[in-house]
T-cell receptor
Framework: GAVVSQHPSWVICKSGTSVKIECRSL??????MFWYRQFPKQSLMLMAT?????????EQGVEKDKFLINHASLTLSTLTVTSAHPEDSSFYIC?????????????FGPGTRLTVT | AQSVTQLDSHVSVSEGTPVLLRCNYS??????LFWYVQHPNKGLQLLLK??????LVKGINGFEAEFKKSETSFHLTKPSAHMSDAAEYFC?????????????FGAGTRLFVKA
């Protein structure tokens, strides 16, 4: 149980275009979803926290107009990188929490490798 | 407020010898603590977790960790390293936060295993 999927697993896009990444909880209802970014050889940095049906809460320094997060249902959250630039190239990982699991535990997706050319 | 410090950015051991990856945390509340492993170009895999039950936690692949509140530590150990253990390890603390909870990742410790 507690499986989280991400799609796509990798994507290459041209500078200036937008890319959407999906995060799905497959076997539980995720009341909260998190989006992280990981640069090479670095740790995960929390970008934003989203609760189903409400606006996402962004961490300091993360541009909410550039990284659009939607959490429209209890099993799906999306991250859209708008007007992507090469510096947005990174590994994006989502996680989900909720259901009957331990309160502070979250389940991670496999990640999406974004390369902007 | 919460924070987590992984005391070593790199650890190198020989195959068959013990592994010790150190982690200290701070939290205003009783936190949940986790260790994750990440192999190159892969996602995160949960090794073990502490959620206020037994202080000695056993995880997968022979790893275990002991929660020591007096020392605010949650060090990860394994009696005998295997080549396949070479990876990045993250200590993670989670606790209550406005409207839900928040998770803080340590900077990571790269484990090298020599033949």
């Amino acid at each position: 149980g507690a499986v989280v999927s991400q799609h796509p697993s990798w994507v290459i896009c041209k500078s200036g275009t937008s890319v959407k990444i999906e995060c799905r909880s497959l076997d539980f209802q995720a009341t909260t979803m998190f989006w992280y970014r990981q640069f090479p050889k670095q740790s995960l940095m929390l970008m934003a926290t989203s609760n189903e049906g409400s606006k996402a809460t962004y961490e300091q320094g993360v541009e909410k107009d550039k990284f659009l997060i939607n959490h429209a249902s209890l099993t799906l959250s999306t991250l859209t990188v708008t007007s992507a630039h090469p510096e947005d190239s990174s590994f994006y990982i989502c996680s989900a929490a909720g259901g009957r699991r331990t309160s502070y535990e979250q389940y991670f997706g496999p990640g999406t490798r974004l390369t902007v050319t | 407020a919460q924070s987590v410090t992984q005391l070593d950015s790199h650890v190198s051991v020989s195959e068959g010898t013990p592994v010790l990856l150190r982690c200290n945390y701070s939290s205003s509340y009783s936190p949940s603590l986790f260790w994750y492993v990440q192999h190159p170009n892969k996602g995160l895999q949960l090794l073990l977790k502490y959620t206020s039950a037994a202080t000695l936690v056993k995880g997968i692949n022979g790893f275990e960790a002991e929660f020591k509140k007096s020392e605010t530590s949650f060090h990860l150990t394994k009696p005998s390293a295997h080549m396949s253990d070479a990876a990045e390890y993250f200590c993670v603390v989670s606790g209550p936060y406005t409207g839900g909870f928040k998770t803080i990742f340590g900077a990571g410790t790269r484990l090298f295993v020599k033949a």
